[in-house]
């Protein structure tokens, strides 16, 4: 079968396609990350890793919209400490293995970082929507994404990327702050502050309240900051928000995505790596493109 | 899906610990198939479906009590019916097969029809509506049940009209004198074509390490129990060694072919994702 190649280099990494398991999805133990990189996933992200074990909010923790995913898991981990063996068995799957790190500070990243060795790369999570202390209270402060991102890079001779959330005015000066700091690349996007509410009882439902949300409902939400981003910085960005087949990954890489991540879109069928793989590579077969071809290929349409 | 407003009906004391809760809802579920129960205000658990609007809760925790303290006409948020459920074999026999052209009969050996259904404690919830379903299409069911006591045998009146029945007690105070798996010994096991099994995990391996002994672990179906956060197949939080799967939504019903390479009876997780050694 000839099938157009899709391996790419990003941030120094070898990945044999653009399709990348996102953090918080199966990605809570070794075989899990594992089972995922089998599916045909180009590289995987771990659960977001702390310092401390982490039980997480109350469920309910997840819920299926009509739009989309509504979550507040809560950072849910074991720690590093008991999680070094989880990334090693992860690496067994043959493809790049990304640990995704969260602290409340510098130091907190760098502890992290130090005990995880062997990842692939580091995400630096400063954008989760809903665990106090984490998360979005770091990502919004572009001072403190920047001394995050620096330390990190001090820390590891690996590729560091950051992971922003899109609660935020302007996501561009965050972005700015992650590349000041020396990031390697920047994730976009965290989830969406979002919640539900039983209309049966007035309770919300998450055990967390409020959540963030992802599916179809935020993929223009990313597709934009993407496009944002891509046009501010110099670094690759890394599209996620609601893809779910080849068309939306296409979309995302026009925005100026160098490669994509798929989170949710595992509800409907783990085997939808290999699912965007295929469509992907006879998209770009029937239009004569590569990869780069596409990558922020919406910018010089606009430019021309 | 967001939940479902499901208003309790009628509470039944199964045991002195295990009540059933009847609600004014009814969900076209498979037997084995869960639901996601919300305590509104406090947690939200996975629970088997006894009878498509019941569910059957033994206090364990928080949740499981809050439970327990509900009376008629409160209400609880469901969602569901989540996961695989058992898969009933031996069904839809005299049925061709579309391309031999054989007359029906030939199915009427026995082929896929006897089968061993075996209950420890609360596991027997998703197992009645198997035995129940299984008696319907006249299927050859043999039903093991136990408990630490004869009080705590649940479904006893009702697993006993679904087929040949015995009753294993840890005390004695009932039916064979301990364990479930000493019960097991009065059967030719390889007279049976499937089993149907679910428990205290420990209980679950020990059937299943008899069965392998026999040779018969791939004919074992097995409804395992894990921490539960999505309950849709999402986080990741459910997944088992070493194959990755999802409990929540791959399983929660495996077959002991799988399960006999897998973590059962060694260990689970908890809600961080450490391991927990049994």
Known sequence: MSSTDLSIELTGLGLENPIILAAGVLGTTGTSLKRMAGEGAGAVVTKSIGSEPKEGHPNPTMLKLDCGFLNAMGLPNPSYKDFRKELSIA??????????????????????????????????????????GYGTVVGTDPVLVEE????????????????????????????????????????AINTVRSMAIDIHSGYPILGNLYGGLSGPAVRP??????????????????????????????????????????????????????????????????????????????????EQ | MRPVNAEITEIIRETPTIITLRTDIELDAAPGQF????????????????????ITVQRVGEATEALSRLEVGDSIGIRGPFGNGFEVKGEGRGDGDGGGG???????DEKGNKIMVIAGGVGGAPLLPLAQQAQSLGLDVTIL????????????????KCGAFSVATDDGSKGHHGFITGAMDQFNLAGFDQFYICGPELMM????DILQAAGLEAMAQLSLHRYFKCGIGV??????????????????????????????GKYHRDATGKKIMF
């Open chain 1, 148 to 187: 995050i991102t620096r330390a990190a890079k001090r820390t590891t001779d690996v590729p560091v990327w950051v992971k922003l959330t899109p609660n935020v005015t302007d996501i561009v000066e965050i972005g700015e702050a992650a590349s000041r700091g020396g990031a390697d690349a920047v994730v």
């Open chain 1, 91 to 132: 690496s067994e799957g043959g493809v790049p293995v990304i640990a995704s790190v969260f602290g409340a500070h510098p130091d907190e990243f760098q502890e992290i970082i130090l005990g995880l060795e062997g990842a692939s790369a580091y995400e630096l999570n400063v954008s989760c929507p809903h665990a106090s």
């Open chain 2, 35 to 54: 639901v996601m129960v919300w305590v509104r205000g406090l947690d939200e658990i996975p629970m088997a479906l006894s009878h498509p609007g019941s």
């Open chain 2, 102 to 108: 054989g007359n029906g009969e030939e199915y009427g």
């Open chain 1, 221 to 302: 939400v990313a597709v934009k900051c993407v496009y944002d981003l891509y046009k501010a910085l110099d670094i690759p960005v890394i599209g996620v928000g609601g893809i779910g087949s080849w068309q939306d990954a296409v979309e995302m890489m026009m925005a100026g995505a160098s490669a994509v991540q798929v989170g949710s879109a595992v509800y409907d069928n783990v085997n939808i790596f290999s699912e965007i793989t295929s469509g992907l590579s006879a998209y770009l077969k029937a239009n004569d493109h590569c990869l780069d071809d596409i990558t922020g290929l919406a910018h010089r349409k606009v």
């Open chain 2, 145 to 160: 049940i136990g408990a630490r006591t004869a009080d705590e045998l649940l479904f006893e009146e009702y697993f006993s």
């Open chain 2, 235 to 264: 986080c990741g939080a459910c997944t088992i060694d070493p194959s990755g799967l999802r409990v929540c939504r791959d399983g929660p019903v495996f077959s002991g072919d799988l399960l006999i390479k897998s973590e059962l």
């Open chain 2, 205 to 208: 391996k020990s059937v299943l």
